[in-house]
């Protein structure tokens, strides 16, 4: 029987997540301008044997190919009114890889609409954030990652907006670029420091950092976050490093190797839960594990 994530890392076991999803399925055949999301319908076992992939590499825990699923980047594709299908179907796709012993993590991005600009209202955004939770919590979600956030007040609306309608935990993480040395800003200019405090002032039952960094410089954000906040969980999903393009390909230079002989020092910064983002494999993972 699974026990609350939360509940699990407070009896001081370091938890392994997942790796890179978006790499994985252009690698299955995902096509450029192609909707990632509407392969929960149409393509149920490619997204599956990539969830599953993680799950035999040692993952605790994998998220769902929904990063994109709310209303408001579904609608780019036609899809705005087919949002709670595809979510739950997501998640029904990651439960059936993970089984009863592993957790579902329902994976909840930006919407690229701006509060600041007036893009969208704050009700809006709430809406659309509650009905995404709300499919992921029915498809077999344990909980949500809010994920690669740079707007505190988008973040505070989705894990508002989750708390109020389900019974997920909620997973808040943000993505900070280096603006100097030990510097760490997001897109709208929030310190880690600051991002931690506002998500657990929001409601988040564990925090942490996405994308944008390989795990050497998480070890400083993870450390920024611990300073403000001893106590709430914090997990990091890391790059395989910073993207290159060599010929004509991308490329992250960041070996499941040269991870996992980073992992101590994450773990020592205040990381609970550990895992990958953009060019991370099972392989990673597995190496990451095994290092713990």
């Not at 035999?56 to 994998?62: E, L, P, R, T």
């Not at 997973?171 to 040395?181: L, R, S, V």
């Not at 657990?200 to 450390?223: D, F, R």
């Amino acid at each position: 029987m699974r026990t609350k994530i939360t509940t699990a890392v407070q009896t001081g076991k370091i938890l392994i997540s997942d790796g890179a999803w978006g790499t994985f399925l252009h690698q299955k055949g995902l096509q450029s301008g192609e909707c990632p999301e509407l392969w929960n319908i149409t393509h149920p076992d490619k997204v599956k044997e990539i969830a599953q992939s993680y799950i035999d590499a040692g993952s605790d825990m994998i998220e769902t190919n929904s990063f994109g699923g709310t209303s408001f980047k579904l609608e780019y594709f036609g899809l705005a009114d087919r949002v709670s299908e595809i979510n739950e179907a997501a998640a029904r796709i990651s439960r059936e890889a993970a089984g009863e012993n592993k957790w579902v993590i329902g994976s909840i991005g930006p919407t690229g609409k701006m509060l600041v600009m007036g893009d969208v209202t704050e009700v809006e955004l709430y809406e659309a954030f509650k009905t995404q939770a709300i499919a992921l919590e029915k498809g077999g979600a344990d909980a949500v990652c809010i994920e690669t956030m740079s707007d505190i007040d988008e973040a505070s609306l989705a894990i508002q907006a989750t708390k109020e309608n389900t019974k997920l935990e909620i997973i808040a993480t943000f993505t900070f670029e280096a603006t100097g040395e030990n510097q760490f800003y997001t897109m709208m200019g929030v310190t880690p420091g600051d991002a931690a405090i506002a998500a657990v002032q929001a409601g988040a039952n564990i925090i942490g950092a996405n994308c944008g960094n390989g795990l050497k410089n998480m070890i400083t954000i993870v450390s920024q976050m611990r300073e403000v906040d001893e106590n709430t969980p914090i997990l990091v999903h890391a790059n395989a490093g910073l993207p290159k393009v060599e010929n004509g390909k991308t490329v992250y230079p960041e070996t499941p190797e040269m991870m996992g002989e980073l992992t101590g020092q994450i773990i020592q910064a205040g990381a609970n839960i550990i895992g990958g983002c953009c060019g991370t494999t099972p392989e990673h993972i597995r190496v990451m594990k095994a290092s713990i």
